[in-house]
C-alpha cells in the first residue's frame, strides 16, 4: 500500500536528473527542435511497425541520455487509466466512423472492426511515446535551460508582437510545477490515510472506485495550487519583475556540430517513421 502514495516517483515530467550525457550536454534549442519535430512524427504516423520503430527510438533516448528505463516506466504507470478509457472509447465507438476493414463484432451502434484495433493499438503506443520523449527532454534538460531555449526558438515571433518570453515562461513554470503538486497531493493522501481514509486499497483497474477516493483531496489541492502561485508571484515582484519589459540575456548559446547532428538525425527518423512503406 505504501507505493500508492509515492506519487512522486511516478511522475518524471518536471524532474532534472544530471548524468552529463551527450543529450545533456546539446543545445537546449536545438534539443527542443528536435524533440518537437520527432513527436510531430509521431502524432502522423499511424502504422504498426512505424510505431514499433519509434517505441524503440524512445527507448533508446534512455540509453544514450544514460537515464535508467524505469524512469520512463514510472511515469507511464499513472497514465495507464487514461490509456484504458482512451482505449475503450475508441474500441467501441470509432467503427462507424471508420471506413474500410473487416468487421469482427457488431451490435447497435457499436461496431468492433481492423480500423478500430488499428487505432486503439497506434494510439496507446503513441501515448506511451510521448510520454517517453517528454521525460527524457525534462530529466535532461533543467529548468533554466528549458526556458532560455524555448524562448530563443520563438524569438522570431516578436517580430509580430508574440509574448515570446511570457509563453516561454508559463510553459516552463507549468512543467516545473507537476512535481510539486504531485509532492502536495502526496502529502495529503498520507494525511488523510492517517485519518482513516481509504486510499489505495482498491484494485488499480477499478478507475470509478479510485476516482471517488481521490474526490476529497482535490479541493485542498486546489487551494495549495493557488497558494503556490501567490507565492510565486510575490517571489518575481521582489526581484523587481515586470512582465514585457525588455531584458538582456545572461546566457548565451552556441550550437557545434553535435547539436547540428542531433537535429538532422530526429528529422531523419521522422522521415523514417513516416515515409518508408512498412
Known sequence: MSAEFELSRNITIGQYLPTDSVVHRLDPRF???AFVIM?????????YVGNLFALAICIAMFWVSKIPLHYGLSGVKPAIPFIIILATLQLLFYGEIARGGTVYFQYGFVTISSES?????VSAMRFVEVIFLSSVLTLSTSTTELTHGM???????QKVKFPVHAFALIITIAIRFVPTFAMEMEKMMKAQASRGADFGTGEWWRII???KDMLPIIIPLFNV?????EDLILAMEARCYMPGASRTQYTHYKANGKDYAALIISIFISVIM???PW
Open 31 to 33: 534539443k527542443l527542435a
Open 39 to 47: 513527436i510531430l512524427a509521431i502524432a502522423i504516423c499511424g502504422t
Open 117 to 121: 484495433v488499428r487505432l486503439v493499438l
Open 151 to 157: 524562448e530563443r526558438l520563438l524569438g522570431p515571433l
Open 209 to 211: 472506485r479510485r476516482t
Open 225 to 229: 495550487a493557488l497558494a503556490r502561485a
Open 274 to 276: 513516416l515515409y518508408i
